[in-house]
């Protein structure tokens, strides 16, 4: 398989015009978060009635994070996930690519966190460092896939789990109706008109052509060194969270 998310498939015109292409989606993106980082926490809760921080908090129950435990934060925005798992009683280490989100996170004062910059795709860790790690609405955004597995498989020691957590799309026709119509046309206007940011709120429903299917994200993360990997859906199945152990 390519381990490069191509331009996606079954993408109109009008999600053209939106998406930037493979080469410019790093630069694009992480300019974007630093653009929305003031008003994306409020506009997060705002467009999922707050039932973001819940689906945060039951992902970090079902990976049984403890006290003692080192996560990784991945992609960590301001630092909603840190928060939680430090709750839990974890060490905390945020990882994201937009400075003013980590900006942000560090203002939030969660002890036992570091605050890093850096690329996904070569997380500056050492090997078999973390005891679990924790992805958020991140995985559309990245320019690759693939590696982006293999980085988190290099960073957790064995036995150590992942949880993930990202849009889907409600298999129940009817359901799938109403949540493209939400998704798709009213948190663009909504989220662009509170947040100031049209051009970001076009991007970030639309971003969502860039995840794979279920059997190839599975696979990806198989070949990557996971096992016992899980999908459980929340908001009629408008949400995704999928927890898997590292081999």
Known sequence: MDPVL?????CDDRCMSVLPSPEEKPRAVRTMFDRIAPRYDRLNRILTGGSDLRWRRELV?????????????????????????????????????????????????????????GDA????????????????????NFAALPPVFAELARVLRPGGRLGLLEVDEPANPLFRAGHRLYFRRVVPVVGGWLSGDRQAYRYLPQSAVYLPDARTLAGWLREAGFRDIRKRQFMFGAIQAISAVRA
């Open 61 to 117: 129950r079902r990976l049984a994070i403890r006290p003692g435990d080192r996560v990784l934060d991945l992609a960590c925005g301001t630092g909603d996930f840190a928060a939680i798992a430090v709750a839990a009683g974890a060490e905390v280490v945020g990882l994201d690519f937009a400075g003013r989100m980590l900006a942000l996170a560090q203002r939030r004062g969660v002890p036992r966190t570091e605050w890093v910059q």
């Open 6 to 10: 191509p331009m996606p498939r079954g």
């Open 121 to 140: 795709l070569r997380l500056p860790f050492a090997d078999v460092s973390f005891d679990a790690a924790l992805c958020g609405f991140a995985l559309r």
